[in-house]
């Protein structure tokens, strides 16, 4: 019986990536993937998927006024055997419902992968709806620098971790890190200055 | 270190009886375990906390309006070992948060059993701020009757799925029952005649 | 798909409640349990199996000689929907080969609950072939006195831990106490007196 | 608390991009990881470790006569934060055991990615080792052309299922394929011809 997936990890977990080797392993078998991820504007077409590990695939961007179900029984991609999908907290709720729907009616795998929450611990649109419908849920871990699991991605702005924004801020120039909410709340409270990785 | 769980499962997929089993094993390693569910109204107090299959032990109820990281800081529960909660789903968002600062703050473990969603499969206030902050989110699996893993809690009326109502309907009379999400939407399409365990 | 799983966990991890209690939801279910254990000795024939939290049912015992698919397939438990074995670590490598056929063929679901390892950290028939043969391996948590997760099953002898002997004693008067590797490695090294649970 | 983790999968189920993964993800924090896969005969030193899906890393072979705690506490590695290891299979009893007292007196954590069983469905000597030590257990997933999770490791000659020979064929033209156990068992009986993937 085909299932719908939610493969949540913090930022840097290899989300991409595991995307990509899933697809490759399915490619492998002979299956046919669909690979898509959520634009964050109107434009559609086709893009290229990177992990920052070096993988890469071409991926089709879907706008969030597109019906997924829709596209998929268009005549296209319609022949494929499992939906892989990148960023899928950037997802619609309602794509989430026509995600479900191919699962349920048409008996194809959909493995979604995403960010749990946002920069301030709470649930995106697409990750909340999949926490809601999904037959499993699986995290893809990643460490804190403490060395504890991390559960939540800071925000971080001029060194110091932001606790007031919009969720997803287009063009920005803050980067993220993932952190324990041990770590993050004494981060705050203390104001401690955050040491990005990969930076000097 | 110690983390917070969410340990969610459909309605008939035994949570309570495992939270029972794990204070068990707890008290049987000479820990304190405090065993507490949210109140559905303001009484306050302790009341017994009853598994189908016939275990039992006593709960502490909390009202929605209790701080749990103030109680706990009071001399009664301070010495525990661990936090057990069933029915964690009822929590409000706030009572969450105080179950974080204790993980994070005392260094003790907390276990939340509870349903994912409610009969529309939306997250509750409790389970969505759950999935929001817990470390470790488990399953606790049960079946549909068709065989597939039951994920949705279908409310029915007179033999039939629900689809509009209160999130909780206090003194309802309405059953309720585990179903995979396909059998749920078939069930709401044709109209089906849904037939409860344990009854003719 | 009928599946062949292994849950394993190390002494005192609730394996028979978990067993009695997945016995209670195939039931409620209204579906048919073929509840089996292997026997020490040669004797056949019905037994109470007993958890430590108070639940039990009766068992079938099954000797080490008696060919549980040849079992299954007379008229007496053929109709059951799913085999639930306890203490599956002492059936033989032919047995857990049986239910495997079981499981393929009659697409029956076999549920294994058992230890994984002897007091010397090697594994017992029963549960080797299960870890080659299983299609899903899941632990049974418990806990060592020190936090951590225990693993190891130690035999204690005169309050000290026993490095030597049969893997089975039938008749004997040891004790046997979950313990991580570490503080198990530390308490053989150290010749550290191991106090009991439940014991003054 | 380190632990000693066995990640193990069927052929063609993406260990080594999985370990790969896995060592990017601790050097993107700033870790120091120690790469390691068992030597078949004794020579010694570096080696490329590849990926199908095109990635790779230098490996230190570690042929099986050497003790790799000692090893581990030479000068050159003795600063490493994490120990990965590739083919765990075919270490040898006695450097799981050797691995095991890493994890518990250096607080090193230890992954081992490798294969659970040989083309008889029987433990390789590391794999046995890591069944009975490892603390986490955990299944890298792959398919059977049937769609069914795949857990045998089918020994294919001249298209037919192999069941006989040695359980490692150095130098040998087998090749290897991932199937579930009834389609292993069926494919033996009815003398099936097997397809291999990537093949015309």
């Given at each position: ?13 290899s989300?991409?990536a595991q995307?990509?080797i ?12 669909w ?6 504007d109107?434009?559609?077409g ?5 992990s920052?590990?070096g ?7 879907i706008p969030?006024e ?6 998929f029984?268009?005549?296209?991609v319609?022949?494929?055997d ?20 191919i ?5 194809i ?5 995403g ?8 649930l ?16 893809i ?16 702005s ?5 606790t007031?924004?919009?969720?997803v801020?287009?063009g920005?120039n ?7 909410h041990?770590?993050y709340?004494n ?11 990969g930076?000097?």
């Amino acid at each position: 019986m085909a299932k719908l997936y939610f493969k949540y990890g913090a930022m840097g977990s290899s989300k991409t990536a595991q995307a990509l080797i899933t697809k490759y392993n399915y490619e492998e078998n002979d299956m046919k993937v669909w690979l898509i991820k959520p634009s964050a504007d109107t434009r559609d077409g086709a893009a290229i998927l990177r992990s920052r590990i070096g993988l890469e695939a071409t991926v089709e961007v879907i706008p969030p006024e597109v019906d997924i179900h829709a596209r998929f029984l268009g005549s296209r991609v319609r022949r494929c055997d499992v939906i892989i999908v990148d960023e899928c907290q950037f997802l619609t709720e309602a794509q989430i419902d026509q995600l479900r729907a191919i699962v349920d009616e048409q008996s194809i795998p959909v493995l979604c992968f995403g960010l749990r929450t946002d920069f301030l611990t709470r649930l995106f649109p697409g990750s909340r709806r999949l926490m809601e419908l999904a037959d499993v849920i699986e995290e893809i871990k990643t460490m804190c620098d403490c060395g504890a699991k991390a559960t939540v991605n800071a925000r971080i702005s001029d060194g110091y971790i932001v606790t007031e924004g919009a969720q997803v801020v287009l063009g920005g120039n803050d980067s993220y890190i993932a952190m324990c909410h041990r770590c993050y709340v004494n981060g705050i409270r203390e104001h401690k200055k955050i040491k990005l990785h990969g930076q000097n």
